[in-house]
């Protein structure tokens, strides 16, 4: 038996969580640096964005300022490209690459490419599990109830399997991004390297937000078997 509100799975959880905070600081680290550097061209974000967009015929995408900081996304549903401030004004190699990877989100949605739909599916019951998942498996295994922490298990499978196919959405949308920058020649062979460092520690904040989803999933399931002590 274990002490009243004692978790003894919390410890698996640790490494995961320094691991993302540590890939929070690189990808702000890495931000900061590149967006000091200017680009030959002086293209900002949003400029870059839309000769991308044009050149895989998207003219019907529209590009939006929105609010935060590397709050940057594409809507799907909506057909528009937000870029945050220090991305769609800025003429920096760290401003392009980012507004080029939300263009490969924005082409992957033309060329129907199957994991983003499936992750786009997902968002309801990923809300769900990621908000109850957890908390209904501790829950359970102070009270000794089974029943509830398979309950939270199966709920925070699917914020799991909604970061799992995160990956391949992300580092798809990275590489179609270089590969468009070369193919227009948006950037020199220098900035071109310095994007693809900014792009592969933001990569990095998707790998760690996963491993972080994996570990409690492996807590969940010690707190079954320790239920059953």
Do not use: C, W
Request: hydrophobic share 45%; net charge positive; no cysteine.
């Amino acid at each position: 038996m274990y002490p009243l509100f004692f978790d003894p799975t919390m410890i698996i959880i640790i490494p995961a969580l320094l691991l993302a905070v540590y890939a929070q600081y690189k990808v702000k680290h890495t931000f900061s640096k590149y967006n000091e550097i200017k680009l030959n061209s002086n293209l900002t974000g949003a400029e870059a964005a839309r000769k991308i967009l044009s050149n895989n015929n998207l003219k019907n995408i529209e590009i939006q300022k929105t609010d935060g900081k590397l709050s940057d996304h594409y809507d799907p549903k909506n057909k528009t490209l937000n870029l945050s401030s220090d991305v769609y004004n800025n003429n920096s190699i760290a401003a392009v690459g980012v507004a080029a990877h939300e263009v490969g989100h924005a082409i992957q949605d033309k060329e129907d490419y199957k994991p983003l739909s499936l992750r786009a599916s997902l968002v309801p019951a990923a809300n769900i599990g990621s908000s109850f998942g957890l908390p209904l498996a501790i829950f359970g295994f102070f009270i000794r109830a089974d029943f509830l922490i398979m309950t939270g298990f199966v709920l925070f499978s699917a914020a799991f399997l909604f970061h799992l196919i995160t990956l391949p959405v992300e580092f798809n949308a990275s590489n179609r991004a270089i590969s468009n920058l070369k193919s227009t020649d948006l950037l020199t062979e220098s900035e071109i390297k310095g994007a693809k460092k900014v792009l592969k520690a933001a990569a990095f904040t998707y790998v760690a937000t996963t491993l972080v989803a994996l570990a409690n999933m492996i807590r969940i399931l010690l707190l079954a078997g320790l239920g059953d002590d």
